[in-house]
């Protein structure tokens, strides 16, 4: 008797609650760091530039002193 050639495929089950809450809560926290990271970059800008316009302020009143 001849062996049936074709393939079975199976439906994979779809993932437990648990599993995709956990999944979930995965993608999550990656982007969570993710918008920390872009968070502290422009806070270090912003505060370099504040950082700059004070010492430019104070070198020029000092400079007007002299």
Do not use: C, N
């Not at 199976?10 to 995709?20: G, I, K, V």
């Not at 990271?37 to 504040?50: L, N, S, W, Y």
């Amino acid at each position: 008797m001849p062996v049936d050639k074709k393939q079975h495929t199976t439906l994979t089950p779809s993932p437990t609650t648990a599993e995709s809450s956990s999944s979930q809560e995965v993608v999550q926290q990656a982007f969570h760091q993710h918008l920390r990271e872009h968070i502290r970059g422009a806070v270090q800008v912003v505060m370099e530039e504040i950082m700059r316009e004070e010492l430019t302020q104070s070198s020029s009143s000092t400079m007007g002193r002299v």
